[in-house]
């Protein structure tokens, strides 16, 4: 760390160490927050990464547990389900963990401590129509993190198409999303229940000129990194995927930064395809 922070001025110091009172997680992220400072080049670099970093939704353990009862309290009190006729589904669609079954193994705690306790959970999205057969016809669908809304529309095409019985209801609780997308869900008629809603962290935040030149800065920023790395391609995820331009991801033992969030915080390599130390991680197969 001290071969790092000689390279670094008292400027930079100084925006450095006025992040920690706001945000108090990036002070277990010193490494890699200067590496990120140093790869700014300008001041105005500089300024649009602490901007950002000022905005950033970084869930501890406490909020995060926080969430989760407040997703609890809404299927039990507010959702209108049953839990004879509820099923509460992942919407992991193949063989690989992910954020959703890791939602669904966390919430039956709260939702046994809040009175259901029989309550029939679902690890993998293709057994609903098995559980429906079955009576449970109301179907809740749980994530984490939503961004464009894109992945969950398509799961509920496919479960319309599998299942095709009116009495099918769907219902979605996320942790956390993307104003933009969780719109786009109501939109379709679907009830959402998502307590941190977050705009998008320049596009619904600066306005005129101020707009135009972060959004430039930020692509100026993105050219400092990799282009491709095995089959993963920056250009898929520039500003994070389908531009979701994200400032949220829980605490590292929590779960896993989703791919919405600006890339400058996660991907792992630099234009000279040497290994960064990011402030956040994202795994995938591959990508490293």
């Known amino acids: 760390m001290r071969r790092i922070k000689k390279n670094i001025?008292?400027?930079d110091f100084d925006e450095i160490f006025g992040l920690y009172s706001k945000q108090p997680w990036l002070c277990d992220k010193?490494?890699?927050?200067?590496?990120?400072i140093l790869l700014c080049q300008t001041k105005e670099h500089k300024s649009l990464i602490v901007?950002?970093?000022k905005e950033f939704n970084y869930l501890d353990q406490k909020v995060f547990g926080n969430y989760l009862n407040l997703l609890a309290d809404y299927i039990i009190e507010d959702s209108g389900f049953n839990e004879d006729t509820c099923q509460i589904a992942s919407i992991t669609y193949d063989d690989e963990a992910d954020s959703s079954q890791k939602i669904l193994d966390n919430i039956k705690m709260p939702l046994f401590q809040q009175g259901w306790s029989n309550i029939k959970t679902v690890n993998r999205f293709g057994a609903i129509p098995k559980n429906f057969k079955d009576g449970k016809h109301q179907v809740m669908l749980v994530d984490e993190f939503v961004g464009s809304g894109q992945t969950i529309l398509g799961r509920i095409k496919q479960l319309k198409n599998d299942i095709k019985d009116p009495s099918l209801v769907i219902k979605l609780c996320f942790i956390a999303g993307m104003d933009?997308?969780?719109k786009r869900i109501e939109n379709e008629g679907y009830e959402v229940f998502c307590p941190l809603r977050l705009p998008?962290?320049?596009?619904e935040r600066f306005k005129g000129?101020?707009?135009?030149?972060?959004?430039e800065i930020m692509t100026q920023l993105e050219q400092k990194l990799c282009t491709k790395i095995?089959?993963?391609?920056?250009?898929?995820?520039?500003?994070?995927y389908n531009e979701a331009e994200a400032l949220y991801s829980l605490e590292s033992c929590l779960g896993n930064t989703p791919n919405s969030v600006f890339p400058i915080f996660w991907w792992p390599r630099d234009i000279t395809d040497k290994s960064r130390t990011t402030m956040l991680t994202r795994f995938e197969k591959g990508l490293k």
Not at 30 to 36: K, T, Y
Not at 200 to 203: A, H, L, P
């Open 30 to 36: 010193e490494d890699s927050l200067i590496e990120l």
């Open 180 to 182: 933009l997308g969780i």
């Open 9 to 11: 001025n008292k400027e």
């Open 51 to 53: 901007d950002l970093l």
């Open 230 to 240: 095995n089959h993963y391609e920056l250009k898929d995820y520039s500003f994070g």
């Open 200 to 203: 998008k962290g320049i596009s």
């Open 209 to 215: 000129s101020k707009l135009v030149n972060a959004l």
